[in-house]
């Protein structure tokens, strides 16, 4: 990976962690504390391709009922033009 942004060219990403939102279909999974390098100008995010099909399967065996979640939220579901 290359150690500008992508986005805004900034030399510098930062590791930290944040909050992932993965959709599969309709199903959506968020997962927090994700290792992540973030742009220190515009917050721009860049993950590993091994955490990134870590979240895929993890999000498949919940998918098929091999694993169950941490916990579950309820989410409301607006479209843009009701807003």
Same mark, same amino acid.
């Given at each position: 990976m290359s150690s500008n942004c992508q986005f805004c060219g900034h030399a510098h990403l930062t590791p930290t962690t944040t909050r992932y939102i993965h959709q599969q279909g309709d199903e959506l999974l968020i997962? #927090?504390?994700?290792? =992540?390098?973030? =742009? /220190?100008d515009c917050g721009? #995010?860049?993950? /590993?391709?091994?955490?990134?099909?870590?979240?895929?399967? /993890?999000?498949?065996?919940?998918a098929t009922h091999r694993k169950r979640p941490a916990r579950t939220l309820e989410v409301a579901v607006e479209t843009f033009s009701a807003l």
């Open positions: 997962v #927090e504390e994700v290792p =992540c390098l973030r =742009c /220190d721009e #995010e860049y993950f /590993d391709v091994s955490t990134l099909k870590k979240i895929e399967a /993890d999000h498949l065996a919940l």
